[in-house]
């Protein structure tokens, strides 16, 4: 990891009121800054991500939601010249430490995409591809995983008779859901969501939404959306971020209705964003 | 003020750019198609049966042979003075021109020559007799004239009894008693010398180890004599085996005679084929020109390569071409795969890509010479000294042959391999990497499993490519295990099958030696467009079979759309 740079001095302002879960928190984030190159992407976030619930990133386009998303499970490790300050904890590990394997903190959070990206193999094969790459071999788990996985992504019933097909030729709507029961295929801790149904019409949405509702209780889902709407249906927490910052981080109900920093009212009254 | 508005519409239109570009492209497809026009023309019409023709010459003399092409030519001032009043006044009316008609007089064991050119002011008449052949020979050449006698054994026909069905049955036999005294000298004889070499190099091999004074060598040396006497022994029934095959054979003869009634008597196994030219159909002329087709693609070489097959060449370029694919494609693709996923994007690296690219400018003689330095004379010497001492003087792998020949050809076109491949590579989505990396995939599970079967179709491309440009490469094949005539083929029924360090022919060179390098370049001449015919054949042929892999594999990972 690259020196841990000046963390800035000013304590955050943030306005806290998220709801607890009934296990606690599973991830927290403490003061955690993030640069690309010269450039602060992340100021000093700072919160706790809740065990079971489905916690909202939402914001204007280009205040940090991705970087602070793909920041949980390591994805930006593949940019040339970041540098990161303060701490990303799961179950109370530092994941950023140097002892850490990647590797098996990627196989606890699941992770969906902003356009759906399924691989260029069979639908059977896509949902696999994570306990394949674990060493799993045995048809019979490959199997189970398969309907277990295609089940709870709700989409068994529409593909059960084509597993053997391209995964490239379902829609776009069934892609997406593929990816999910590919992210929830291992049996992750977290899944991670980033913008699941920017690349959907409005009927496949209200499918993925309807997913995750199913799904929450069972992982602890991490979303980001650009759509108010869906973050105040689907969520339980929303944390509001603007330029790197996140302004408010509390329960969504709260955040929507009656928010307590005015920066969010204006977003989410749609003044600005 | 009208001009000049529409010289400016014009421009605006880009018409004549268009005319431009339109213009340069079928420029260029239609020099491709003269080309390949011409090879495949003069390629197809070469085997063709050609007419023979008895030519009477003012002088007196006479001459026969096969037509082969025309031209118009200015005969020297001193030619002209010996000619009559009336022909040099035709020919200074077409301008001291004067027309002129090579010949294929064959009978080279006669007159020294194979061709004549015949001008038409000398020729008298001339006549196309039905009873002329044209004797194909396994030496000296064809031979043009008539048949006088057949003797087959005790008994004699001459005349119209000599052509005909006799004859074919019994050049059929005689071609089956050639491929038996073939056999008994080229493969029974050549076990036993395969035997008695390797036994010469065990007990080398042995002398090296235990030195020359020691019990093991004496007995191996008399292992060894023990074994010799054998093989003499089964060498001598061979041979005398053979001796009577010979005599036998000697008994079965052809008498033929030339234009000018000189008689050569030839033992019917060494005719090839014989037909009488101005009296085949058609059907009869399909017949020759598919059986000289046959001969030319599963016979070895004769006469200096000009005539015979050209099995042995078509072997090499395949065997050599597939064994530079193989060595080409992990080499140029592991390269490749380092430069674009693994390796920090920076100036090193950007350097590195640049001398790649312009790898592919160097001359590809010298790869020939880096061939021939680094892999006979210090890789190959090196494998001689550990693993060949008993060979010694004689190099094994220190000298060019089929392993080097690849894979210096394999360096040649490793840059086209990378640049595609980094191509395909970098064409590979980012979104599949991180959904890899995203299940929990490691970087190179990710690459196994995702990035090179998506990339896999622009590697075959690469591959494609570099296998087009090796097939066709010549010069520095030339120096590193090329020969204009490889006694043995690279694969046989000894172990280890596939010999790497023999050398061997290719149909690049061979087009190079007939053309240009033999005694007889104008019989050498139709044998070149036939050759290119060929190779440029055989390298359509395998590029087709990539494609169709190619193809296969993008079936399998594309199929359905978004």
Redesign the interface.
Known sequence: MPDTPQVSPDPPDTVYHPMTGAEGSIIEIERFNLWYGDKQALFDNSIDIQMGLVTALIGPSGCGKSTLLRSL?R?ND?I?GLRLGGAIRLDGADIYHRDIDV??L??R???V?Q?P?P???SIADNVT??I???GVRDRRVLQETVERALKAAALWEEVKDRLR??A???S?GQQQRL?IA??IA?DPDVL?MDEPCSALDPLATAKIEDLIDELRGRYTIVIVTHNMQQAARVSDNTAFMYLGRIVEYGKTKTVFTTPRSRRTEDYVTGRFG | MTGGRRAVNLEARGEPFLWGMGGALSLGVLMILGFVLLIVWNGLITFYPKPLRVVHLKDGTRLAGEPTRAETYKPPAQRLESLSPEERDRMRERGGLAHRTLYRIGNYDFYNEDFRWVSDYQVERWEAPREMVFVERVEWGPFVGVVQALTLGDTTLTGEAALGERLHAAQAQAARRRARIRRIERGEIGAINHRMEKSRLTLRGVALKAGEDSAAYRQALARGEAQAAELDAAYARLAAEAAALKSEDARYTITLADINGREKVQALSEIVRIYPANALNLFQRMGVYASRWWEFLSAEPREANTEGGVLPAIFGTFVMTLLMALAVAPFGVMAALYLREYARQGRLVSAVRICVNNLAGVPSIVYGVFGLGFFAYIVGAGIDRIFYPERLPNPTFGTGGLLWASLTLALLTVPVVIVATEEALAAVPQSLREGSLACGASKWQTIKYIVLPKALPGIMTGLILAMARGAGEVAPLMLVGVVKLAPELPIDAYFPFLHLERSFMHLGFHIFDVGFQSRNSEAGKPMVFVTTLLLITLVVLLNATAIFIRNRLKRKYYVGHF
């Open positions: 499970n994805m593949l040339d590797i098996g990627r196989k959070m699941g992770m995409f356009k990206n691989f260029p193999m591809y994570p394949k790459v674990d097909d391209s490239l030729g379902l776009g990816c590919r992210a291992a991670l």
